[in-house]
């Protein structure tokens, strides 16, 4: 489980506890919940809509053994249904939004009963962008009812009246794997609700989410060539694990998210001129697209690919790679410096080592 989140959520359980920091522990779990939110976004803005139906660790056991599609609906289809159908006992968002029609799904359950190839069906036929404004509209609409509780709330119960409105609403499939639901939610308590499912679920399938899109990005990267169009070598690169590198629709580097066609200026140019990267250009040294555009921020970058314009990419990885077995860093500019000379001279004087 990711540390940070786990640690505020640990700290957040210790705060609601006690009414006099209750509000303050209400305030931690909407600080988490908007984190952990800003993964679920970064997903679905970088990622191509082919990742959404892919099952990456096949059948099986565990929150990794679906899609993203899936993952994002039943996260919060069951968060729709606890909150409103349980605890507010009022309609759901899903009802009230048109949002089956607006995100083109074929069911109205959590989604449990899926598996295999009836999952990957389900996901391909959602659509992903009205699917995460669903998302977005019931963590609002979540957000506004726990920002309204009072401590007194937490240890509210819930009746066999409240159980048979979940069971009318058919929103839990009777299959096995999911029928149990409606007596584990209605074995709760409010305190017992926030804990799961409006906070530990959502660390448990988004770092579930996070496992499937790096998977994906492993795979799509297996047999292409690792040097970046701007010269940059994405095996060396501290966001590695989860980039698919700007030679794969897995892009997900800085200027690729930041782009709105999701292609970084870098990439672009060297496709419309014909090049396999940077480093074949004779504009190079004063070059002011995409990376290049940052300057001192990011001239380590420049000079890399001004090393390959001199020694060739197989060069480049030898010294990465020795770089990397004597000396600790993430980024390569804590290496090189903001200097395009003298980051190349040190990638010369590392090319002797």
């Known amino acids: 489980m990711d540390t940070e989140w786990s640690n505020k959520n640990k700290r957040m359980q210790a705060l609601i506890s006690k009414e006099a920091t209750f509000a303050e522990g209400i305030k931690v779990l909407l600080e988490l919940r908007a984190e952990i939110f800003e993964q679920i976004t970064s997903i679905v803005k970088t990622f191509p809509s082919v990742a959404f139906y892919q099952m990456p660790f096949g059948v099986g056991k565990g929150t990794q053994h679906t899609t993203l599609a899936w993952s994002l609906w039943h996260l919060f289809r069951i968060e729709d249904i606890v909150v409103h159908t349980l605890i507010l006992?009022?309609?759901?968002?899903?009802?009230?939004g048109d949002w089956l029609d607006k995100t083109n799904s074929q069911i109205a359950t959590?989604?449990?009963?899926l598996d295999g190839d009836a999952m990957i069906t389900f996901s391909k036929a959602l659509d992903i962008k009205a699917t995460y404004e669903y998302c977005k509209t019931v963590m609002e609409s979540t957000n506004e009812m726990l920002a309204g509780l009072q401590f007194a709330d937490l240890k509210r119960t819930f009746t066999a009246e409240d159980k048979e409105?979940?069971?009318?609403?058919?929103?839990?499939?009777?299959?096995?794997?999911?029928?149990?639901?409606?007596?584990?939610?209605?074995?709760?308590?409010?305190?017992?609700?926030?804990?799961?499912?409006?906070?530990?679920?959502?660390?448990?399938?988004?770092?579930?989410?996070?496992?499937?899109?790096?998977?994906?990005?492993?795979?799509?990267k297996k047999g292409v060539d690792q040097i970046a169009y701007c010269g940059l070598s994405c095996g060396h690169c501290f966001l590695t694990a989860w980039c698919g590198s700007c030679r794969t629709i897995y892009n997900t580097c800085s200027f690729a998210t930041c782009s709105?066609?999701?292609?970084?200026?870098n990439t672009a140019c060297c496709k419309e001129k014909d090049l396999n990267?940077?480093?074949?250009?004779?504009?190079?040294?004063?070059?002011?697209?995409?990376?290049?555009?940052?300057?001192?921020?990011?001239?380590?970058?420049?000079?890399?690919?001004?090393?390959?314009?001199?020694?060739?990419?197989?060069?480049?990885?030898?010294?990465?790679?020795?770089?990397?077995?004597?000396?600790?860093?993430?980024?390569?500019?804590?290496?090189?410096?903001?200097?395009?000379?003298?980051?190349?001279?040190?990638?010369?004087?590392?090319?002797?080592?």
């Open 260 to 265: 709105p066609d999701g292609v970084c200026p």
């Open 89 to 96: 006992k009022e309609e759901q968002v899903l009802l009230c």
């Open 277 to 353: 990267g940077c480093y074949e250009c004779s504009e190079l040294y004063d070059c002011k697209k995409g990376f290049y555009s940052l300057g001192k921020d990011t001239n380590a970058i420049r000079a890399m690919a001004l090393f390959i314009q001199k020694y060739g990419k197989k060069e480049l990885l030898r010294v990465m790679d020795t770089m990397h077995s004597k000396k600790k860093f993430e980024k390569i500019q804590e290496v090189l410096g903001s200097e395009i000379d003298e980051g190349l001279k040190i990638l010369e004087e590392w090319r002797n080592k």
């Open 165 to 220: 409105r979940l069971i009318a609403s058919k929103c839990v499939s009777q299959d096995e794997s999911s029928v149990w639901l409606i007596d584990y939610w209605c074995g709760k308590n409010i305190k017992g609700l926030i804990q799961m499912p409006l906070s530990r679920h959502w660390i448990m399938h988004v770092e579930a989410m996070r496992r499937i899109k790096n998977k994906l990005c492993q795979q799509a």
């Open 110 to 113: 959590t989604g449990n009963e």
